[in-house]
């Protein structure tokens, strides 16, 4: 998918949770800051760029995508989801629980042009 950092958070803003958007943050909040929960960071975690001709032909950005919530919300889940497939964008998830902060992790791993 063609898209950019911006077009991505533009689109992430658009996930809701009983009627209210959610925080959504580029890499994590500020420390200290009162994060709501559940919230929305994403990040690009490094490139696969298609090259020729010793040049870089297509630039591929690898971006993360974590939904934290406080209960397993497969609700926001599945809205996140049908967001990423709506706009055609392919997607990998892996849920997990942090103990230490109690709470669940869902991470979208997705690439943009």
């Excluded at 998918?1 to 958070?9: E, K, Y």
């Excluded at 994590?28 to 994403?42: K, L």
């Amino acid at each position: 998918m063609n898209l950019n950092l911006q077009q991505l958070r533009t689109l992430l803003l658009t996930v809701t949770h009983n009627g209210n958007s959610i925080p959504v943050v580029y890499y994590q909040f500020a420390e200290g800051e009162n994060v709501t929960f559940p919230a929305i960071s994403y990040y690009e975690t490094g490139t696969e760029n298609i090259g020729a001709d010793n040049i870089v032909y297509k630039k591929v950005r690898n971006v993360t995508i974590d939904l934290y919530t406080e209960r397993k919300e497969l609700n926001l889940e599945n809205q996140l989801e049908q967001i990423l497939t709506e706009n055609k964008i392919y997607f990998d998830s892996v849920s997990s629980y942090i103990e230490s902060e109690k709470l669940y992790l869902t991470r979208y791993e997705i690439k943009t042009l």
